[in-house]
């Protein structure tokens, strides 16, 4: 199973542009990160840039519109992810309960949609999707 843990980090909503964190939890997360890859179970990870250096598309009506970063009425962003493949949701959980975190972070655990979890329509609509995973596997 795969799930992907969220990290959001109180206040990163309003963090100026080119905003990082300090060396002192940017270590403990390494040691948390290398822990998780000699576990055998790291699939990916990133951190994000904070919204203020983003921008939303909207499609109101149908039709796109732009709004760029930071967004007044986000009240919970997402500072990184990893994605992890374990055996249970609780498995998950203790991985996310190991993590380094502050007072002020949160980890959501969500899990990945596979394939095989939709019905035979879904499948059928989606029919490209496993191919199109494996042509992103090659590039990657």
Same mark, same amino acid.
């Given at each position: 199973?795969?799930?992907?843990? *969220? ?33 055998? &179970?790291?699939?990916? *990870?990133?951190? *994000? ?13 149908? !039709?796109?519109? &732009? ?10 962003? *997402? ?13 998950? /959980? ?10 002020? %972070? &949160? /980890?959501?655990?969500?899990?990945? !949609? %596979? ?8 499948? %059928? ?10 042509? /992103?596997? !090659?590039?990657?």
């Amino acid at each position: 199973m795969r799930f992907m843990m *969220l990290m959001i980090p109180g206040g990163y909503e309003s963090a100026a542009p080119g905003t990082m964190p300090d060396a002192a939890a940017v270590e403990a997360m390494m040691k948390y990160n290398a822990a998780l890859q000699e576990a055998g &179970v790291l699939l990916a *990870l990133d951190g *994000l840039h904070p919204p203020s250096m983003g921008a939303r598309v909207s499609f109101k009506g149908g !039709q796109p519109s &732009v709004t760029d970063g930071p967004f007044a009425e986000a009240k919970e962003v *997402l500072g990184g992810y990893w994605m992890i493949q374990v055996k249970s949701r609780e498995e998950a /959980i203790e991985w996310a309960r190991r993590c380094p975190g502050g007072d002020n %972070e &949160v /980890i959501e655990i969500r899990q990945v !949609q %596979e394939f095989e979890d939709f019905p035979a329509d879904v499948q %059928e609509a989606a029919s490209d999707f496993v191919d199109m995973q494996q042509k /992103i596997g !090659q590039r990657a």
